[in-house]
């Protein structure tokens, strides 16, 4: 065989190992597009580098199956349903400790599934393998949470934070997917309860309604239904 033959041997093996690794590569991306969904482009934001987010998405993926993540049992479900049912009828009267109640409680479940929740951080990249789409939620409600310890967030917003620790609260439980969509910086969860009932099928418990026992109940316009807080009816 003449060099000149060699040599596009050569060339040729080097086109087809650039064109699988280049394959490769790209059904790597597009898995993990499909599995983080906006927690994908956040991270990618975030590093200003496609591969630095992919290998740390990467590395969470293998970080978590390195978890004991177990799904909770029908016992469990009913028992923390109900504790939550509690808690949000708690809000009306202590807006503040209902929403800390509510983040122990939340904690609580993430601890039982198997999470460690000792850094909120790691507790976020953790939950964002296998639930990417209510993840945002959490880091909403920790921010709403910080601005409440330091004196600076209203009524309105402690409720946003109860709805948001809901979401993920409900994707955690597991209950039955009834959609899914996104605004900003929150998604909304893709396994939550009904407008109207808790996972255990009580009614949920409007805290501006509970004042009012006859106060009748507004539909959602469906122009505002993006929004996290519409999809459980405009209250945690």
């Known amino acids: 065989m003449s060099s000149a033959t060699v040599a596009i041997v050569i060339v040729v093996a080097v086109v087809i190992i650039a ?16 599995q983080f969904g906006p927690e994908y482009d956040r991270v990618v934001a975030e590093r200003s580098s ?24 029908e016992e469990a479900r ?11 009828e708690r809000f009306v009267d202590s807006p503040e400790e209902a929403v800390a109640d509510g983040y122990a409680l939340l904690t609580t479940v993430m601890t039982e599934r198997g999470y460690p929740t000792g850094d909120d951080e790691q507790a976020q990249a953790d ?43 409900d994707d955690l439980l597991g209950v039955p997917a009834t959609g899914t969509s996104s605004t900003g910086a929150a998604a909304t969860t893709e396994g939550k309860a009904t407008d109207d009932t808790h996972p255990d099928g009580t009614p949920i418990a409007d ?30």
């Open 78 to 88: 009913a028992k923390y349903a109900a504790d939550w049912v509690t808690i949000q």
């Open 207 to 236: 805290p501006d309604s509970a004042a009012d026992p006859d106060a009748a109940a507004v539909e959602t316009p469906a122009s505002d239904r993006s929004d996290p807080a519409s999809n459980y009816g405009g209250m945690p």
């Open 127 to 169: 939950l964002s393998v296998e639930h990417a789409q209510t993840v945002a939620h959490f880091r909403a409600a920790r921010e709403i949470s910080g601005n409440s310890a330091s004196g600076n967030a209203k009524t309105e917003d402690l409720r946003q934070a109860l709805i948001h620790y809901r979401a993920l609260f």
């Open 19 to 34: 064109g699988l690794a280049g394959s490769a590569v790209l059904t790597r991306r597009r898995k993990l597009q499909e």
């Open 50 to 73: 496609r591969l630095r987010a992919e290998a740390e998405l990467s590395d969470r993926q293998r970080r978590v199956r390195k978890l004991d993540i177990r799904p909770l049992t």
